[in-house]
């Protein structure tokens, strides 16, 4: 739901999962509280994107019609690279090495001007070192878009409706 529209991404699968067991739910709620602020409503569905050793995603910024105003990446299995370009200055761009079990965090700036990327296997760098992309989850939480309070559900797909972790 999220990249299909986009057409962004290849060799890939995905979900939106709101049940989970006790032990995840744990780790959300580490992430929930690293992310977001008190104020901020998530999702009521996290996001599990699962990438083939070639598949990749190209660059884009998430809609902000059903994303709000942070993006927060569990990285599984394989390391990655994410590349952030500035939509206005292709010259402003940072790189980010994704260990798994590590976390990201877009917001501010870095949600709204920047595209985000990860990259193919072939030109998958960081600096200078290689990342050989193997198969890479991750997972994936955003709160919900500004002015999307639980009174206004009827503007989200139904995966997306607001409700707790
Ligand atoms: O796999 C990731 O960490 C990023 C996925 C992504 O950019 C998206 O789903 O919009
Ligand atoms: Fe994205």
Redesign the pocket.
């Known amino acids: 739901p999220?990249?299909r529209t986009l057409e962004a991404i290849h060799g890939f699968r995905e979900t939106e999962k709101s049940r989970w067991s006790e032990a995840s739910r744990a780790i959300l709620r580490r992430v929930q509280a690293a992310a977001f602020g008190p104020g901020q409503t998530l999702l009521s569905s996290v996001?599990v994107?699962d990438?083939e050793p070639q598949g990749y995603?190209k660059p884009?910024v998430?809609s902000i019609k059903f994303c709000g105003s942070t993006i927060a990446?569990l990285?599984l299995l394989s390391p990655s690279v994410?590349r952030l370009v500035h939509t206005q200055e292709p010259g402003e761009w940072l790189e980010l090495l994704l260990e798994p079990g590590s976390l990201y965090i877009l917001r501010g700036s870095a949600r709204y001007d920047f595209s985000?990327e990860?990259l193919r296997d072939e030109e998958s760098f960081f600096g200078e070192r290689r990342i050989p992309r193997g198969r890479r989850i991750?997972v994936?939480c955003r709160s919900l878009p500004e002015g999307m309070g639980p009174g206004e559900p009827g503007q989200l797909p139904p995966a997306c409706a607001p409700g707790p972790l």
């Open positions: 999220w990249l996001h994107l990438l995603i884009h998430d990446g990285s994410m985000h990860i991750s994936i």
